[in-house]
């Protein structure tokens, strides 16, 4: 018996592959016609939204110190999600650009 794959490889193999396969039905394959084969659309890149942990790393600040900054309005731009805090990375860093451009006239 070979080794067995998990759903999460499976998964990753649909995903990678960038071409979809139509299958034909037994009225096409009558006619003379192949399976259709097409590239799927072009999406824009997007980037998942970041957690209060994932940005704290990366200002190298504690989280409480982002809690501390939302409630007096200086932090990163942020916004609720049930209980949670979600940043979008191109906010914060264009909020770090600002800190910069501010502090390095």
């Known amino acids: 018996m070979g080794p067995e794959r998990t759903e999460s490889a499976r998964d990753a193999t649909r995903l990678s592959d960038s071409r979809v ?3 034909t039905d037994v009225h096409d394959a009558a006619l003379g016609l192949e399976a259709v084969t097409a ?17 704290s790393a990366f200002l190298q600040v ?5 809690y ?10 942020a916004v609720r999600v049930g209980r949670h805090l979600r940043y ?10 600002a800190q910069k ?3 390095n006239p």
Not at 39 to 55: F, G, H, I, N
Not at 62 to 66: C, D, F, I, K, Q
Not at 68 to 77: I, N, T, V, Y
């Open 68 to 77: 501390q900054w939302r409630h007096r309005q200086e932090g990163p731009p």
């Open 39 to 55: 590239s799927p659309p072009q999406r824009s890149a997007r980037r998942p939204k970041a957690t209060a942990k994932e940005v």
């Open 62 to 66: 504690p989280v409480t110190t982002l």
């Open 88 to 97: 979008d990375w191109d906010d914060v860093e264009a909020w770090w650009a």
């Open 101 to 103: 451009a501010e502090q």
């Open 21 to 23: 396969e139509f299958p």
